[in-house]
């Protein structure tokens, strides 16, 4: 379904650690569309090395940093105008990471050194990223810069713990950076907010498999895949979205639309509510 939407556009991708990532796929698609770009991840996550995969299939050079680090960034953003031979056309922040979910504490007993690390990672470095490229001015105009997040932004999602602290600091920062970036650049900035995903992130928060079931159920689409996901990110990447941004545009087959589904209601609840005294 190739369309050369990206035709000569220059891009850098954060976040593609294995093949089921989100960015993994946007790399697959973007590269099916004509785009060059640099993939970046941190040098942890790079011991892994299946990022190098992606980056022979893609023609892609792979350029760790730590996307909290300013100095690692300056540095990345440096290689990569000079591997592309100029400023960048669109951005893909799909990082996220949080020690307190990772280590399964409840919200109600949260780990605050592991609560700065979550915003720091998650949310804080878009803004590190967009800073370090506004000072730098290596995003051209009309460039596009695209986050992902989840509705525990707006809604709470009870094991999701301090996730939804930084998707909702996230989709801020976005819209907060979107005027500046736009006034300077015409650069857009946007969020999209993604259905549960089976991905190493995904899968480590507790209930998953629940959050999944009942997501798809909800959903009149079922739920987005990654590949979907990237399809969207594409289109957002392309001419054909320059007027959006400061948006947090949700991808996620209806699902935040809805109230309750009659699939949900003959399928999954039998118990009357009867069940609300023993949990
Ligand atoms: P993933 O685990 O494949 O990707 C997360 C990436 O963040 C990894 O590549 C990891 O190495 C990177 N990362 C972590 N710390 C970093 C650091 N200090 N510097 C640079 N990179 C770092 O999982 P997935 O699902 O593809 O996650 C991508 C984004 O999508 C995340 O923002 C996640 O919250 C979001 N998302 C995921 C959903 C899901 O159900 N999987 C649903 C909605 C949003």
């Known amino acids: 379904m190739a369309n050369n939407l990206l035709k000569g556009k220059k891009g850098l991708i954060f976040g593609a650690l294995d093949e089921n990532s989100i960015a993994w796929k946007v790399a697959e698609k973007a590269k099916q569309e004509g785009a060059d ?19 022979e299939k893609t023609g892609s050079e792979v350029i760790p940093a730590d996307i909290t680090q300013i100095d690692e960034l300056e540095m990345l953003f440096q290689e990569t105008m000079n591997l592309m031979k100029g400023g960048l056309d669109f951005i893909l922040h799909s990082v996220g990471m949080s020690p307190n979910v990772r280590k399964g504490y409840p919200y109600m007993e949260l780990d605050y050194n592991g609560l700065s690390k979550t915003l720091d990672v998650s949310a804080i470095s878009l803004h ?22 989840y509705i525990a932004a707006q809604r709470t999602f009870s094991s999701y713990g301090d996730m939804a602290e930084a998707k909702a600091m996230l989709e801020s920062i976005a819209r907060s950076f ?17 259905s549960p995903t089976l991905t190493k992130a995904g899968t480590g928060v507790k209930g998953f498999d629940s959050f999944f079931s009942f997501a798809n159920c909800m959903s009149p689409l079922g739920n987005a895949s990654a590949a979907h996901c990237a399809d969207y990110c594409i289109s957002l990447f392309s001419d054909y979205t320059r007027m959006v941004t400061m948006q947090n545009l949700y991808h996620d087959g209806g699902y935040a639309s809805m109230g309750i589904s009659d699939h949900l209601i003959q399928n999954c609840f039998t118990c009357q509510g009867d069940c609300f005294e023993k949990l």
């Open 37 to 55: 770009f640099v993939l970046s991840n941190a040098p942890i996550a790079l011991r892994k090395g299946d990022i190098f995969k992606l980056a």
């Open 128 to 149: 590190k990223v967009l800073q370090t490229a506004y000072k730098m001015d290596a995003i051209n105009e009309w460039g596009s810069v695209v986050a992902l997040s």
């Open 178 to 194: 979107g005027y500046h970036y736009g006034r300077k650049r015409r650069v857009r900035i946007n969020t999209v907010s993604q």
